[in-house]
């Protein structure tokens, strides 16, 4: 086997067995281990930190580029196994193990002079398919990078720049039982009356023209009962924000459009703002360049989800996008699965885009 077969290989091991490795949000500490040794065997100083995220750094140079991924998936259990066709599948295998081990096998194979030029801090993040985001929001005031990158499916040939916010509104009504042939309306009445007016919200806000710029709005949970004496309705109303609304603008508007609903109670939870970064800088060339060096033609693109980019935005204020092999459409599904041929090409694309980052940078310098 030659040394890029080896390479290869080693890489793919990697993905398939952090695969193979259960891990949903808050029980990530076997993969976390398993990908502090990975990394600790190959030249990372690798450590587990208080938030149960795996770290690993590489190199010794002044830029520093931070490479956020995360360990933990929805449940849903899929046999791990790789077909005839060289295609994964596994719960995690695009979101987001996919990415981050291409994180991880990307800058264990980086050139001498790149880890001269740069320092790379490696992280699988903890809940992050959870609201808390545990790992995202302790890394954020752990490290300070000079360039992020997202771990994210985006295709290989993709470079995700933003995400849309996120606010959830948890909605309640409770009102004394009455003989359904009365007179009056229902807690179920009252509840759906709240959404049709939460909806119609949605639809007057945000930007004209295009998803990314509107307000989705879509319903999470919603049920009604009694216990004879007391009705009682509920509801969970998610909703996709643009840059233009932020959540807590979304909170005031849907709070007055709600307010004359007697025995309405309102909680807001999953409070992400939306956030897109410019597509000119010296990550989006670097990636650019590299993306065509493996025979592709670079995408932006935009996505309707949230992800850690939300989370470290506004304390990492430097170049950012999202990249990572494989079908976003395939995030949560049963039919989850990364052909390990992109895989391939999207740690190739990083390896090339980190060194070209680093070198350019000491140049400049």
Known sequence: MTDVQGTVQDARDLLVRAVEIPSLSGQEGEVAAFLRDWMAARGFEAHVDEAGNAVGERGRGPLTVALLGHMDTVPGEIPVRVDDAGVLHGRGSVDAKGPLCAFMAAVATLPDEALAAARFVVIGATEEEAPSSRGARHIRTQVQP???????????????LGYKGRLVAKAQVTKENFHTAGDGSSAGDDLTEAWFRVRAWAAGAGEPGGVFGGVQATIQDLGAGTDGLHQRAWGTFGLRLPVSVSPA??????RAALADLAGLELTFVGHETAVRHPKDNALTRAFRVAIREQGGSPVFKVKTGTSDMNVVAAHWPVPTLAYGPGDSALDHTPEERLDLAEYDRAVAVLRGALTRLALGAAKAD
Do not use: K, Y
């Open 146 to 160: 000079d360039v992020v990158l997202i771990g994210e499916p985006s295709a290989w040939e993709g470079l995700t």
């Open 249 to 254: 603008q979304a909170e005031a508007e849907i």
